[in-house]
């Protein structure tokens, strides 16, 4: 099982620009669909963005599309969020995931691993 550390949050000012980095451990990680979640205070954790285990697809929220690319490096067991025109609405703990099957938005089922979160704080 893939075991996941995130790092790269902080504080940020509104309009800044932020990189997460996800670094994966186990021998399956070029195999795997990698994606973010993020969870604000006081509300549920929600999809942020997926790449699938060849880069060739992404999915992303509406309320980061055009603002946030994520990509990845399977050489380096590393998966990258990179966050441009930060909102205060984009604070939140951000979580890695990883799982055998691409995912989305839309997905409902237990993605087979997470990772211990990191946090954003955006100011205004």
């Known amino acids: 099982q893939a075991q996941l550390v995130e790092s790269g949050g902080g504080l940020v000012q509104a309009g800044g620009s932020l990189r997460l980095s996800c670094a994966a451990s186990?021998?399956?990680?070029?195999?795997?669909?990698m994606g973010w979640f993020r969870q604000a205070p006081g509300k549920e954790r929600e999809f942020v963005a997926a790449?699938?285990?060849?880069?060739?697809?992404?999915y992303y929220a509406d309320s980061v599309t055009g603002r946030f690319t994520i990509y990845r490096d399977n050489a380096q067991n590393t998966v990258y969020l990179q966050m441009n025109s930060l909102e205060p609405e984009d604070t939140a703990v951000y979580y890695c995931?990883?799982?055998?099957?691409?995912?989305?938005?839309?997905?409902?089922?237990?993605?087979?691993?997470w990772g211990q979160g990191t946090l954003v704080t955006v100011s205004s």
């Open positions: 995931a990883a799982d055998s099957v691409i995912f989305d938005g839309t997905t409902t089922r237990s993605l087979k691993a």
């Open positions: 186990g021998r399956v990680f070029s195999s795997y669909a």
């Open positions: 790449i699938s285990w060849s880069g060739g697809r992404r």
